[in-house]
Nanobody, 127 residues
Framework: QVQLVESGGGLVQPGGSLRLSCAAS????????IGWFRQAPAKEREGVSC????????YYADSVKGRFTISRDNAKNTVYLQMNSLKPEDTAAYYC????????????????????WGQGTQVTVSS
């Protein structure tokens, strides 16, 4: 059974950092592309970052480029999202997602590209 579990969310002040984890069970994560998404209240779920299974390429939304970093630890079967210089507008529930299909160019951060989803972890950026 494919399962994804996010952790690492919490309350942080503007300018602070958090590291989110996405732990996989029931499958070997390195054979899957993994995406991070977020959803704020009354907003659409948006793609934040992803890492490709094919060659480890990484992709970022413009809003987080230079601040967020995605990485993968195959030994721990876990993907991380390091978030630095956090802003209040980063406040959202963050989800990781997985697919074993090759990502379509231009749709790496589309939620429709992913098949398996975690339950999410809340990130709140506030003073």
């Amino acid at each position: 059974q494919v399962q994804l579990v996010e952790s690492g969310g919490g309350l942080v002040q503007p300018g602070g950092s958090l590291r989110l984890s996405c732990a996989a069970s029931g499958f070997t994560l390195r054979y899957y592309s993994i995406g991070w998404f977020r959803q704020a209240p009354a907003k659409e779920r948006e793609g934040v970052s992803c890492i490709s299974s094919r060659d480890g390429s990484t992709y970022y939304a413009d809003s987080v480029k230079g601040r967020f970093t995605i990485s993968r630890d195959n030994a721990k079967n876990t993907v991380y999202l390091q978030m630095n210089s956090l802003k209040p507008e980063d406040t959202a529930a963050y989800y990781c997602a997985a697919t074993d299909f090759e990502l379509v160019p231009g749709k790496e951060l589309s939620k429709d590209s992913y098949d398996y989803w975690g339950q999410g972890t809340q990130v709140t950026v506030s003073s």
